[in-house]
């Protein structure tokens, strides 16, 4: 597949081109073509996964290859086509978790919670884009009810602040490496903070926006910036 700027390569004695492109992001491409062919509902989550830097380099490809239509086809949004329909059924019926979509196809990670027996949780679960499954995820260190949760460009998926017994707030974070699966302590928040909101800044830092704390009952306006990197929290 030669793309639509072959006219300016050069080709060698045997007639090939050797087209020097994003391997990686052309993979997510046809990964997504072939599975929109076969005709899965969960296609698109590999691209909805992508990070800000890895869009922009889908584009480039898109346009290299001319296949930005066949992604993403100009097809006028009509309501009246929506539809919803049943998923599958987690392992524990929960409330107020987080859930983050997880790069490179592999999957979407539900954290916390609390149960319908009012149970704080510290468990996690992964939804499987293939087998429309899902299978127990790594256990935090702490139960976390009505916490937050982000991933980051690297995979790494950081979890904030929520409740183990409805009372006490936490201030602290835990972070998933991707490579060995487990837990382990973050930065700790300037802030307890319960139903907060968190965002990715950059490869190692995420914003913390709002939320509550229990113990006095107080809304939070503030927000703070959590840096991986230097394993520090500042306000923002």
Not at 128 to 139: A, L, Q, R, V, Y
Not at 182 to 202: D, K, V
Request: aromatic share 8%.
């Amino acid at each position: 597949f030669s793309g639509r700027h072959e006219g300016r390569m050069q080709r060698d004695e045997e007639g090939r081109v050797r087209i020097d492109r994003n391997g990686s992001i052309f993979e997510v491409i046809l990964d997504f073509l072939r599975r929109y062919s076969s005709g899965s509902k969960n296609a698109a989550f590999a691209i909805q996964a992508l990070t800000e830097t890895q869009m922009r380099e889908m584009w480039e490809e898109l346009d290299y290859y001319g296949l930005e239509n066949a992604v993403f086809p100009q097809v006028p949004f009509s309501i009246d086509r929506a539809t919803f329909s049943a998923g599958p059924e987690m392992l524990t019926k929960r409330a107020r978790f987080g859930a983050v979509v997880l790069p490179d196809n592999r999957g979407v990670l539900v954290v916390g919670g609390q149960d319908d027996d009012e149970e704080f949780l510290s468990s996690t679960e992964l939804f499987n884009f293939d087998t429309e499954k899902f299978s127990p995820g790594p256990e935090m260190a702490s139960k976390r009810d009505n916490c937050a949760a982000v991933v980051l460009e690297d995979g790494r998926v950081v979890v904030v602040g929520g409740t183990a017994n409805g009372e006490d707030i936490w201030s602290t974070t835990e972070v998933l490496s991707p490579s060995s699966n487990t837990w382990s302590p973050g930065p700790n928040m300037t802030s307890p903070r319960a139903g907060c909101a968190a965002l990715p800044l950059s490869s190692s830092r995420i914003l913390i926006i709002g939320g509550e704390t229990f113990s006095d009952e107080t809304y939070l306006s503030t927000t703070e910036v959590i840096d991986l990197a230097s394993g520090t929290s500042t306000p923002g």
